[in-house]
């Protein structure tokens, strides 16, 4: 088991950038793969970003392709997204996630956190 606690969020202007954090606890975190997911009003979770346990596989949505980063610190136990050039329709609840696999993290992953809001102001 691991829990993954959310910090960062806030409101920003567009085009102003954000990092958001997850610390977990439990089991080591090195042994997950950790992502981010996402939760606009009125609209579905979806997938943002997800890195493997040693951070060489990474992959995106199309939606924030080239304006956020996601890397991890194992030492750290923690996972990170950069968010860059934020626009209105990155307005959404970030959720913090883990599992076993990129392709487990990319569509049902087994551990989410309680996430944090981000509000994009135009």
């Known amino acids: 088991q691991v829990q993954l606690v959310e910090s960062g969020g806030g409101l920003v202007q567009a085009g102003d950038s954000l990092r958001l954090s997850c610390v977990t606890s439990?089991?080591?975190?090195?042994?997950?793969?950790g992502g981010w997911f996402r939760q606009a009003p009125g609209k579905e979770r979806e997938f943002v970003a997800v890195?493997?346990?040693?951070?060489?596989?990474?992959s995106y949505a199309d939606s924030v392709k080239g304006r956020f980063t996601i890397s991890r610190d194992n030492a750290k136990n923690t996972v990170y997204l950069q968010m860059n050039s934020l626009k209105a329709e990155d307005t959404a609840v970030y959720y913090c996630?883990?599992?076993?696999?990129?392709?487990?993290?990319?569509?049902?992953?087994?551990?989410w956190g309680q996430g944090t809001q981000v509000t994009v102001s135009s």
């Open positions: 439990g089991r080591t975190f090195s042994t997950y793969v």
């Open positions: 996630v883990a599992g076993s696999s990129t392709v487990a993290v990319t569509s049902r992953p087994a551990y």
């Open positions: 890195i493997s346990r040693s951070g060489g596989i990474i």
